[in-house]
């Protein structure tokens, strides 16, 4: 069992940054690939970035990539999101995942999920 606890959404002016963290319980987190999705209202939720286990191998939607930097952190048992240049389209419900499929794009292939946190990017 993996329980997430995403933090550091908040309200921010296009063009600004934010972080975001996950923190995981669980003695398996290392085993884990992670990812992040995000929800808008009325839309489905879509792909952000993952990143293997062992953090050597990351994946993005050409909508963030250049822009957002996924990493994490073993030690620590956390994923992090450094998302600069926001956009107002940014604005979303983000969620963090775990998980051990081959998609790492796919929502279906993450079993533990957080609770999610707010981004909103101000125009």
């Known amino acids: 069992q993996v329980q997430l606890v995403e933090s550091g959404g908040g309200l921010v002016q296009a063009g600004g940054s934010l972080r975001l963290s996950c923190a995981a319980s669980?003695?398996?987190?290392?085993?884990?690939?992670m990812g992040w999705f995000r929800q808008a209202p009325g839309k489905e939720r879509e792909f952000v970035a993952a990143i293997s286990w062992s953090g050597g191998s990351t994946y993005y939607a050409d909508s963030v990539k250049g822009r957002f930097t996924i990493s994490r952190d073993n030690a620590k048992n956390t994923v992090y999101l450094q998302m600069n240049s926001l956009k107002p389209e940014d604005t979303a419900v983000y969620y963090c995942a775990a998980g051990d499929g081959l998609d790492r794009r796919s929502l279906y292939e993450y079993d533990y999920w957080g609770q999610g946190t707010q981004v909103t990017v101000s125009s």
């Open positions: 669980g003695r398996t987190f290392s085993s884990y690939a």
